[in-house]
């Protein structure tokens, strides 16, 4: 089974933005994950836009689903694996 994708902005820790805080509500589950940043140029973004029709990150992918907005993936993540 393939890891679940965070695509996120390049902000270096998990304390200043919303991506971060997704990125820790994984970590806090136990998901092993993989990280991928995207530019802060929204415009720069094509792979987003393709993936959910906006520009905007956190974006997270498992299997077919694609999850996005940071409160959204929070309650992917304690639905889909709980709080630990």
């Known amino acids: 089974m393939d890891k ?11 304390s200043l933005c919303s991506c971060g805080s997704t990125a820790k ?3 806090k589950a136990g998901v092993e994950f993989d990280s991928r940043k995207v530019p802060y ?11 959910t029709g906006q520009k905007r990150v956190p974006v997270l992918i498992d299997g077919d689903d694609v ?7 929070k309650e992917y993540v304690e639905r889909r694996w709980g709080k630990r």
């Open 67 to 73: 999850i996005h907005d940071s409160k959204r993936i």
């Open 41 to 51: 140029s929204k415009s720069k973004r094509p792979e987003i836009l393709e993936l």
């Open 25 to 27: 509500a994984l970590k």
């Open 4 to 14: 679940p994708v965070l695509f996120r902005c390049p902000t270096p820790t998990d």
